[in-house]
C-alpha cells in the first residue's frame, strides 16, 4: 500500500518500477547510463566555456566531452598505471558492494560499511604484524599471515555489525540510524587505539607498524577473490535453505514468523555477515594498498552503498557496477593532469551517471518496502 501523500503520476510511476521485469530494469539503466554520458558532455562543454585555457579543444569549448570520456571509460584497457588503479579499486568495491548488497537483500540499510571496514582494517593489520614474527619464512609463512589477517578483520567486521542488528531486531532500533552513528564511532576509537598503543615508531602520522612484505599482494589476486566471495554469496542467499529464511525475514517478518523462522535473529545474522564482507575488504585494503593501518581510511564503504544501488542491489550486479565504478575512480586521476579538466568537474559526471542510473532502483526499493505494485 502506498503512502497517502504520494501524488498520483509518481505512485503510477514507482507501481511500474516494482512491477518491471528483469529485462525491462536492464532496459532503463541503459537507458539512464546514456543520458547521464550525454548530460554529462554537455556539462563538460558549458564548463568549458568559461574555462581559461590558451588553445581550446573544440572551437570555444575549451574541454572536449570525448576526451574525458575516454579516459573514464577507454583509459584502463590501455594505460598499465590505470590499469593497476582500476583493478585495486574494482576489488576493494566488488567487496564493500556486495557487503551492502546483503543487508539489503535482507530488508536492511547497512549504511555503516565504512565503519566496519575501518575497523576490520586495524584488526586485520595488528593481527598481521603480531602474526608475522611466529610465521614461517616464504610464500607459506605469507599465506600464513594474510589468511589470519583476513580473518580477523571478517570477525570484527562482523561482530561490530551485529550490534545495530541486534538494536534493530530487540529494540526495534532504526539501523539507518545506528549504522551511521557507528561509522564515527568506529573512525574515533580506531585514532584512539593507533595514536595511544598501536603507533608506528618515528612516523609523524597516525599509522600502524608496516604489515610483513610476505602477507601482501596484488590486485589480481584480490580481485578473484572478490569475485569468488561474490559467487559463493550469491549461492548462499539463493541456493540454501539458509538464504531464503534470510531474503523471507527481511522482506515478509510476519511470514517468517508464521513458517518457523526467527526473524531476529536473522535480522542479526544478515547485518554480521554484512559487516563480515565489510570488514575483509578492509584487510583487503591493508594487505594490497597500504601495507598498514593509516588514519584517514578511502570512503570505500559509503562507494559500496553506490555500487549496490546501481547493481539493483543483486550480488551478481555488483561485479559489473563495482568495475564501472573502479574504471571511473581510476580514470578520474588521470584527467586533471592529463587534459586539464578540473577533477570537481569529472566528479559532476560521476554523480550524473550515478543518480540518473540509481534513482530508478531507489524508487524501487522504496515501492517494494511500500509493499506497491500489483505483484505485492
Not at 581559461?52 to 570555444?60: K, T
Not at 600464513?144 to 538494536?167: D, H, R
Not at 544478515?270 to 593509516?294: D, K, P
Amino acid at each position: 500500500m502506498s503512502p497517502d501523500w504520494l501524488p498520483k503520476p509518481i505512485e503510477g510511476v514507482i507501481d511500474r518500477l516494482v512491477d518491471a521485469s528483469a529485462g525491462e530494469r536492464l532496459l532503463v539503466s541503459v537507458a539512464a547510463l546514456v543520458t547521464a554520458i550525454l548530460l554529462g558532455g554537455v556539462v563538460t562543454l558549458v564548463a568549458g566555456v568559461f574555462a581559461a585555457c590558451e588553445s581550446p579543444a573544440v572551437g570555444v569549448f575549451c574541454y572536449n566531452p570525448l576526451a574525458v570520456y575516454r579516459y573514464l571509460f577507454l583509459a584502463p584497457l590501455s594505460d598499465p598505471f590505470i590499469l593497476q588503479e582500476t583493478l585495486k579499486n574494482s576489488a576493494l568495491l566488488l567487496l564493500t558492494g556486495l557487503a551492502v548488497a546483503v543487508s539489503f537483500r535482507a530488508g536492511l540499510f547497512n549504511i555503516g560499511t565504512q565503519g566496519q571496514l575501518v575497523l576490520g582494517a586495524l584488526a586485520a593489520a595488528l593481527v598481521a604484524v603480531r602474526v608475522g614474527p611466529a610465521a614461517p619464512a616464504g610464500p607459506v609463512g605469507g599465506v600464513l599471515i594474510a589468511v589470519t589477517a583476513m580473518l580477523a578483520g571478517s570477525i570484527v567486521g562482523g561482530l561490530y555489525a551485529a550490534i545495530p542488528g541486534a538494536l534493530k531486531a530487540y529494540a526495534d532500533a532504526n539501523e539507518v540510524i545506528t549504522t551511521i552513528m557507528l561509522n564515527f564511532i568506529a573512525s574515533d576509537v580506531a585514532f584512539f587505539l593507533v595514536s595511544a598503543y598501536f603507533q608506528k615508531p618515528g612516523s609523524g602520522s597516525v599509522e600502524t607498524r608496516d604489515v610483513p612484505a610476505a602477507a601482501r599482494f596484488g590486485p589480481e589476486i584480490a580481485l578473484v577473490l572478490a569475485v569468488a566471495l561474490v559467487l559463493a554469496t550469491t549461492y548462499l542467499l539463493w541456493g540454501t535453505a539458509f538464504g531464503y529464511d534470510l531474503r523471507t525475514a527481511g522482506i515478509q517478518p510476519e511470514a517468517a514468523d508464521y513458517a518457523g523462522v526467527d526473524a531476529k535473529r536473522m535480522i542479526v545474522t544478515s547485518m554480521t555477515l554484512s559487516g563480515a564482507i565489510g570488514g575483509l575488504g578492509g584487510a583487503v585494503w591493508v594487505l594490497m594498498s597500504v601495507g598498514r593501518w593509516v588514519n584517514g581510511v578511502p570512503a570505500l564503504g559509503f562507494d559500496g552503498i553506490t555500487v549496490s544501488v546501481l547493481a539493483s542491489n543483486n550480488p551478481l550486479g555488483v561485479l559489473f557496477a563495482g568495475p564501472l565504478f573502479g574504471s571511473m575512480q581510476a580514470g578520474s586521476l588521470s584527467i586533471d593532469f592529463q587534459l586539464g579538466v578540473p577533477r570537481q568537474l569529472v566528479g559532476v559526471i560521476r554523480g550524473l551517471v550515478i543518480l540518473l542510473v540509481a534513482m530508478p532502483e531507489f524508487f524501487r526499493t522504496l515501492g517494494v518496502r511500500w509493499n506497491m505494485g500489483e505483484g505485492q
